[in-house]
């Protein structure tokens, strides 16, 4: 279930550990109690073939019982936190991963979860573990590592920011995106959040149906109406 390269190599960077420990704010590096950089799933085939790029705000906090062996090697890491995401989203652990389970369903009906997986990328703006994720600590030193290279790498892909932090992250970045409510609360019990998700949908069903792929165009000659085109604000 690991994200195919170069997805993966830029990712297994984070496990080195990450560069930016120390730099980004609140970042905490504790493997035994799960604080290791984590939040992404997907990109499993071809990075041609990925169609959405969800971009969230940061891990949420550890589960209870999510730890990490702080002996393993990058790779090693990367493929245990992998594994740990990829159970989250198939047992619908939180509300967080069965709003995102529903959204997948609308895009890709009748295909299995793991089938699913080679069409989108799910990753958060900032990838380090905080304590504090309902904060409002923003920090784009890890967007500005780690998020533009794993766009990058997904040539067709239309980008949905889902929440005020992603958001705020792909724009300073500038990269064209759709605009929806968090999946994870207090974002995903607003009134709107559902009508937002619909409307992302909808979206990428319409460039699905003229063949028109999303992102990847830079924001200097965006497609017309772009970032415009959007959902919906969160907070
Ligand atoms: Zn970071």
Redesign the pocket.
Known sequence: MNPADPLRSILREAYSP?R??G??RQ?RWDPTAGHV?RGFLGATGRAEDVEVVFVFAEPGFPHDQERYDPNLSPEAMLESVTSYVHSAFAYGKDQFHRNVRWFLDQLYPGTAFDDQLARVWMTEG???SIDLELGDAR?H??ARHFLTRQIDTLPNATVIAFGGKGQAYLRRLGLPHLRAHAFAPPGCNYKGARPSWEAAIGEVRRRRAIGQPGPGVPQSAPHPGHSRDVVRRTR
Do not use: E, W
């Open positions: 990450c930016n420990l730099v980004c970042a950089p900032r990838l380090c920090d030193t890890c």
